[in-house]
Each structure stands twice: as structure tokens, then as C-alpha cells.
């Protein structure tokens, strides 16, 4: 039986910065979610960091928050189920993506005359 014929919901692939936060709030570590479902997620925490087995998810963008169980570990990723529902608020920060607007670059050594 492979690891996704245990899932009781389906993943989906993401990029997201997200905090670990415990100690009623007062410890935070920086991870990034890898995958995310609507029963847990899997997440990246730098090498060496030692997660503990019970905190909250945050992923700020989103306004998204989560109390976490670690179910597994390998190496830097953490896989983690959601002890309740995640809530989702507003964002405490925004995501702003621009656009690079350039002049067309030519591939042509000289001009053309």
C-alpha cells in the first residue's frame, strides 16, 4: 500500500511560505508547505531545526491557520495532519507580483541598416 492509498483527502502541490509557531506563540520557525490537503499538509524546515510535535500552521498570505500533529519525518520534511478544521482569515500580508516590462532585446550583433 503506497502513501497515497492512505490519504483520506487529495494533496495539492504547493510553494507557500508558512511559520511553525508555538509555546502559546512566543517560538516561531520558518517552513516552506510543499503539499496541502484539506486533512494535512507536507513541509519543508531547514536542516537541523527540531520541530515540535504539536503547533499551529501558519501560512500569512492566505490568512490560513492550523493546529498541527506530526505523523512522520524524513530528513528536512515534516508530515503533519490537522487536529481541526484550518480557518482561513484575512491576510496579514499581501502577495504583490510584478511584471518586468522590457524593451525587446535583439539577438542580432549589429543593427540592421
Given at each position: 500500500?503506497t502513501?497515497?492509498?492512505?490519504?483520506?483527502?487529495?494533496?495539492?502541490?504547493?510553494?507557500?511560505?508558512?511559520?511553525?509557531?508555538?509555546?502559546?506563540?512566543?517560538?516561531?520557525?520558518?517552513?516552506?508547505?510543499?503539499?496541502?490537503?484539506?486533512?494535512?499538509?507536507?513541509?519543508?524546515?531547514?536542516?537541523?531545526?527540531?520541530?515540535?510535535?504539536?503547533?499551529?500552521?501558519?501560512?500569512d498570505v492566505?490568512?490560513?491557520?492550523a493546529?498541527?500533529t506530526?505523523?512522520?519525518?524524513?530528513g528536512?520534511?515534516?508530515?503533519?495532519t490537522?487536529?481541526a478544521?484550518?480557518?482561513?482569515?484575512?491576510?496579514?500580508r499581501a502577495?504583490?507580483?510584478?511584471?518586468i516590462?522590457?524593451?525587446?532585446?535583439s539577438?542580432?550583433?549589429?543593427?540592421?541598416?
Amino acid at each position: 500500500m503506497t502513501d497515497a492509498d492512505k490519504r483520506v483527502a487529495a494533496r495539492k502541490r504547493v510553494l507557500k511560505g508558512a511559520r511553525i509557531v508555538y509555546n502559546d506563540r512566543s517560538s516561531t520557525l520558518s517552513c516552506t508547505v510543499r503539499d496541502l490537503s484539506d486533512t494535512g499538509a507536507r513541509l519543508r524546515v531547514p536542516q537541523g531545526q527540531a520541530v515540535p510535535s504539536q503547533f499551529d500552521l501558519l501560512i500569512d498570505v492566505d490568512g490560513f491557520e492550523a493546529p498541527c500533529t506530526v505523523v512522520w519525518r524524513r530528513g528536512e520534511e515534516v508530515g503533519v495532519t490537522f487536529d481541526a478544521p484550518p480557518t482561513v482569515n484575512a491576510a496579514k500580508r499581501a502577495q504583490v507580483v510584478t511584471a518586468i516590462d522590457r524593451a525587446p532585446v535583439s539577438i542580432r550583433r549589429k543593427p540592421i541598416q
